[in-house]
């Protein structure tokens, strides 16, 4: 009768008996589950979970075994030949929405042996591999419409490094916080389904990842938000980022990193020996009109920094 039903070819209790643990151990299904879906095979489970857990089985037991596989051989040939229609009838709940080709990826995301499992263990962990393939559905959404949206990058950190500009410095400052929040997101390894959801949400939404396209503009916001009043003293940006570059900051955190305010101050020897006479004429000029130079370059709009900060 098992070889019959599992397809093997046995010919000893024991071999019998470990064919039937092997094939358990992968169905993707609580014993408890299912006897409590299927009221008539209650017996017949029992005694599979018996051999699953290496218990002793009797001869009256083996007797039962027998009669209950040659009963139900009907309904065992069922529920063994299609476990991912009895995993989808047993877990219904848990997998609304999703299609028969995700639900066999769920059911095969589980490493638990759902088997021993109780049927509250057992959901438990079916609602959990449910909820995390869900996640990662809204995760690869989110990534796919932020590479389609910058070109290819992978993240925001991504893009900073790659134009070798902060995000954020070219962002707006009436959704600087929004973006902020999603971007940490984005950056992070560690998501919360919330976070991930926010995120997209507002990538959706976003209306600027044109304008952060246009080199011009991102050369624009670096001089501003991170060279500030020293634009004009220092006009080869290239030299500026490869300054930066050799620090151990990340491109993504030049703008918010105290120590790239402390390097500006080392950036006028990046010039040419008339650019480092124009710095101390600007600040010989200026010196004592502190107060005025000050109402004139108190930093963009964006986030509040600019000569006030160097």
């Not at 005694?47 to 009797?58: G, P, Q, T």
């Not at 020293?230 to 050799?246: F, G, H, M, Q, V």
Request: negative net charge.
């Amino acid at each position: 009768m098992t070889n019959a039903l599992l397809n093997v070819s046995k010919d000893s209790k024991e071999g019998a008996f470990k064919s039937w643990r092997e094939l358990l151990k992968f169905l993707g299904l609580s014993c408890e589950s299912i006897q409590a879906k299927y009221p008539a095979l209650n017996n017949l489970f029992t005694l599979l979970l018996k051999i699953v857990n290496y218990e002793d089985i009797l001869p009256d037991n083996m007797k039962m075994l027998r009669d209950e596989l040659t009963i139900h051989n009907t309904e065992m040939h069922d529920l063994l030949s299609s476990p991912l229609n009895s995993f989808i009838d047993l877990y219904a709940p848990y997998l609304t929405g999703f299609s028969h080709e995700e639900c066999e990826i769920i059911k095969n995301s589980i490493t638990e042996d759902m088997f021993v499992l109780s049927a509250t263990k057992g959901n438990a962990v079916v609602k959990k591999a449910a909820d995390d393939y869900r996640k990662g559905q809204v995760k690869d959404q989110l990534f796919r419409l932020w590479s389609e949206r910058t070109g290819g990058t992978k993240s925001p950190k991504h893009w900073s490094e790659h134009y070798k500009t902060p995000i954020l410095c070219c962002i707006d400052p009436e959704i600087y916080g929004e973006a902020k929040k999603a971007f940490a997101g984005l950056n992070s390894s560690q998501h919360s389904e919330s976070e991930i959801k926010m995120a997209l949400e507002f990538c959706e939404g976003a209306d600027f990842f044109d304008v952060i396209a246009d080199s011009d503009y991102r050369n624009k916001c670096f001089m501003e938000q991170i060279v500030g009043c020293y634009s004009k003293l220092l006009p080869d940006i290239t030299a500026i980022r490869s300054a930066l570059e050799d620090t151990d900051i990340a491109p993504y955190d030049w703008a918010d990193d105290p120590r790239i305010k402390a390097k500006s101050r080392t950036w006028p020897v990046l010039n040419t020996t008339r650019g480092q006479r124009r710095c101390h004429q600007y600040h010989r000029i200026h010196a004592d009109r502190p107060t005025e130079d000050m109402a004139k370059t108190a930093g963009s709009k964006r986030h509040g920094t600019g000569c006030k900060d160097y």
